[in-house]
């Protein structure tokens, strides 16, 4: 992997400041009240070399033999650009982890009672990418899903509500005890309830026109569609 583009986040303290550092017009929940905390997140560019025998492997030990694999992709590039995107958090949240080794494998510290308030909402544009012709994508993030703790059957339910470029552009939460689909503003969406021991208890994933949502909450994940509902 190169890393061609690595952008650094930006905090910003006005939505027309917001709009300006990422290139779109944000939303937010008007159900949310007090000052929110705005961050631009940078863009990121990285590039790819193909290795087919490799690709394989992955695909072998995943048990998804039936993939097609083109022997023409050998040594092509893939190219991913994740582009600028706008974190906005209301309420009493835990601190992120610390960008250590062990920080990245624990994740975020455990919620306790006090980040019930807690509201992140992440808006992004999708990845744009370049993949040579042949190469599927989409069973590589289903083997990345499945790594970050779903099943193969949620997994493979994803592209109902994202596509593989919408899922690359945002995070997802670990220990997940249930999937549920949802409907936002007349888009399918996906409510993921985590086991609660580390980082947010919920997130709620959709996208719409050119954005994709991560909302996020630390309470209680029967609130969370009257949130997503709210932003505008």
């Not at 939505?15 to 929110?36: E, I, K, Y």
Request: charged share 15%.
């Amino acid at each position: 992997v190169n890393v061609e583009l690595d952008e650094p986040d930006q905090p910003v303290s006005t939505v027309a400041a917001a709009a300006n550092a990422t290139g779109f017009a944000p939303q937010l929940p008007t159900s949310q009240t007090g000052a929110p905390t705005m961050v631009a997140m940078g863009a990121h560019t990285i590039d790819m070399t193909v290795d087919i025998a490799q690709l394989r492997t992955i695909f072998a030990e995943a048990g998804k033999t039936a993939v097609p694999l083109p022997e023409s992709a050998q040594g092509s590039k893939v190219v991913l650009r994740t582009p600028r995107a706008l974190r906005t958090q209301y309420g009493n949240c835990p601190p992120p982890a610390a960008n250590t080794i062990q920080g990245q494998v624990q994740g975020p510290p455990p919620p306790s009672t006090d980040n019930a308030s807690c509201i992140v909402l992440v808006e992004t544009p999708a990845v744009s990418a370049d993949v040579p012709p042949g190469l599927d994508m989409g069973p590589l993030m289903e083997i990345a899903l499945e790594l970050s703790g779903m099943s193969p059957v949620q997994a493979q339910s994803l592209p109902h509500t994202l596509d593989w470029k919408s899922a690359l552009a945002i995070s997802f939460p670990r220990n997940l005890r249930s999937i549920e689909a949802k409907d936002v503003h007349g888009a399918p969406a996906m409510l993921l309830v985590t086991a609660g021991r580390r980082g947010p208890t919920w997130e709620l994933l959709w996208a719409k026109g050119p954005l994709v949502y991560a909302l996020t909450g630390y309470g209680n994940s029967a609130d969370a569609l009257a949130v997503a509902n709210s932003i505008e």
